[in-house]
């Protein structure tokens, strides 16, 4: 099958982003033309790896490359300084060299994670990306952004540090649960809403072929979401400006996702669906967005399976998402840039929000 190939723009750091089937099994292929070696040191994770980790390694075995791996815990909490510890040391032991390529097999943690650790080895190796949720293809693993988890917040200390290759192969997204499917719709609907109507109207209209498993209809949105993510990053690649509305969902979805300990009480895709319902909520409390389309984005969300209001089963506290938020990276001279929205693709950055909207926006949704 083809190969849809893209291009990450950022000259002599520029790299491709593939989409396609099957190319877990050309992985050793794909690599070999952007490898400064003959060597590779994959990183996956316990749920990962006893799927996909063997078609990998015998892909760089057929391509003569030497390899090791090691394999981390699934799951939020492995996002520390304890894993990242651990994950170096193991790197140093194997005698990984400025040489070898770090390949990072997994969803957001591990590329995050993996990614982070190539950073910072011997002051910077070069790794590649290959996603396996729906999430990280369209997101995580596109752009260049890696990091780890405090107890201050999510992601707040990282290093900006782009990948090789990103390989993003859609067949592997049929062995993921419904439930961690939809949490990485969650961030392709975001793509509409930042500045492309025309691709929510899209998903309107074939969402559910999207979720079910459709491989011309992932493909295509994974491409999109790809292709707008790469504009936008060789646009701002460190942040300076309009990257910052990749984050819409995100100040209100990081604060839920504090607040409940970053398990799995709400995945970080559930939580950007609803930190997305939230802003777009407070942009028309503000009278800068139509309540129509508030009703819009929660009616597509709701429709294909994702929620939309907030657990009754936990107690919600207005002053404790507050002072999540306040952690925000978006925060500047004590004042959070938001991404609010004018309507469906029309979302901008502000600082000018006052803390009471905020707070009167938070208390009505916390009791809808």
Same mark, same amino acid.
């Given at each position: 099958m083809s190969i849809d190939r893209l291009h990450m723009d950022l000259a002599d750091r520029g790299y491709d982003i593939l989409i396609g089937s099957d190319l877990l099994d050309q992985t050793g292929a794909l690599m070999v033309p952007v490898m400064r070696g003959k060597r590779a040191f994959v990183v996956t994770d316990d749920q990962v790896g006893p799927i996909y980790l063997d078609r990998v390694l015998a892909s760089l075995d057929k391509a003569g490359i030497a390899h090791q791996h090691t394999q981390v815990t699934h799951g939020e909490h492995t996002k520390d300084f304890a894993h990242l510890e651990a994950l170096l040391d193991t790197m140093l032991e194997a005698r990984c060299e400025r040489s070898t390529m770090i390949v990072a097999l997994g969803g957001?943690?591990?590329?995050?994670?993996?990614?982070?650790?190539?950073?910072?080895?011997?002051?910077?190796?070069?790794?590649?990306?290959?996603?396996?949720?729906?999430?990280?293809?369209?997101?995580?693993?596109?752009?260049?952004?890696?990091?780890?988890?405090?107890?201050?917040?999510?992601?707040?200390?990282?290093?900006?540090?782009?990948?090789?290759?990103? @390989?993003?192969?859609?067949?592997?997204? +049929?062995?993921?649960?419904?439930?961690?499917?939809? &949490? /990485?719709?969650?961030? !392709?609907?975001?793509?509409?809403?930042?500045?492309?109507?025309?691709?929510?109207?899209?998903?309107?209209?074939?969402?559910?072929?999207?979720?079910?498993?459709?491989?011309?209809?992932?493909?295509?949105?994974?491409?999109?979401?790809c292709r707008a993510k790469a504009r936008v990053v060789a646009a701002d690649e460190r942040e300076g400006g309009i990257r910052a509305l990749l984050n819409l969902g995100h100040t209100f979805g990081h604060a839920l996702e504090a607040e409940t300990g970053y398990g799995d009480e709400i995945l970080h895709g559930e939580a950007v669906g609803l930190g997305m319902i939230m802003a777009f909520h407070l942009s028309a409390r503000m009278g800068l967005a139509p309540f129509?389309?508030?009703?819009?984005?929660?009616?597509?969300?709701?429709?294909?399976?994702?929620?939309?209001? @907030?657990?009754?089963?936990?107690?919600? +506290?207005?002053?404790?998402?507050?002072?999540?938020? &306040? /952690?925000?990276?978006? !925060?500047?001279?004590?004042?959070?840039?938001?991404?609010?929205?004018?309507?469906?693709?029309?979302?901008?950055?502000?600082?000018?929000?006052?803390?009471?909207?905020?707070?009167?926006?938070?208390?009505?949704?916390?009791?809808?």
């Amino acid at each position: 099958m083809s190969i849809d190939r893209l291009h990450m723009d950022l000259a002599d750091r520029g790299y491709d982003i593939l989409i396609g089937s099957d190319l877990l099994d050309q992985t050793g292929a794909l690599m070999v033309p952007v490898m400064r070696g003959k060597r590779a040191f994959v990183v996956t994770d316990d749920q990962v790896g006893p799927i996909y980790l063997d078609r990998v390694l015998a892909s760089l075995d057929k391509a003569g490359i030497a390899h090791q791996h090691t394999q981390v815990t699934h799951g939020e909490h492995t996002k520390d300084f304890a894993h990242l510890e651990a994950l170096l040391d193991t790197m140093l032991e194997a005698r990984c060299e400025r040489s070898t390529m770090i390949v990072a097999l997994g969803g957001g943690v591990v590329g995050d994670l993996t990614g982070f650790a190539a950073s910072i080895l011997q002051r910077g190796v070069d790794f590649v990306q290959i996603p396996t949720t729906l999430l990280a293809q369209v997101d995580s693993s596109v752009g260049g952004k890696t990091g780890i988890n405090t107890k201050k917040g999510k992601n707040l200390v990282g290093a900006f540090h782009q990948p090789r290759l990103v @390989l993003a192969d859609i067949s592997v997204l +049929d062995s993921l649960p419904r439930r961690q499917v939809l &949490a /990485g719709y969650a961030e !392709v609907v975001k793509y509409g809403c930042i500045d492309d109507p025309d691709f929510f109207s899209w998903l309107e209209a074939n969402g559910d072929k999207v979720i079910a498993g459709d491989v011309a209809a992932r493909r295509y949105a994974v491409a999109i979401s790809c292709r707008a993510k790469a504009r936008v990053v060789a646009a701002d690649e460190r942040e300076g400006g309009i990257r910052a509305l990749l984050n819409l969902g995100h100040t209100f979805g990081h604060a839920l996702e504090a607040e409940t300990g970053y398990g799995d009480e709400i995945l970080h895709g559930e939580a950007v669906g609803l930190g997305m319902i939230m802003a777009f909520h407070l942009s028309a409390r503000m009278g800068l967005a139509p309540f129509s389309d508030v009703d819009r984005l929660e009616r597509h969300l709701g429709a294909v399976g994702m929620p939309i209001r @907030l657990s009754k089963q936990r107690h919600w +506290d207005v002053d404790r998402l507050v002072h999540h938020m &306040a /952690g925000d990276k978006k !925060v500047k001279d004590g004042k959070i840039t938001f991404v609010l929205a004018r309507g469906i693709g029309q979302s901008f950055l502000t600082p000018d929000v006052p803390e009471a909207a905020v707070r009167e926006m938070l208390a009505e949704f916390i009791g809808a």
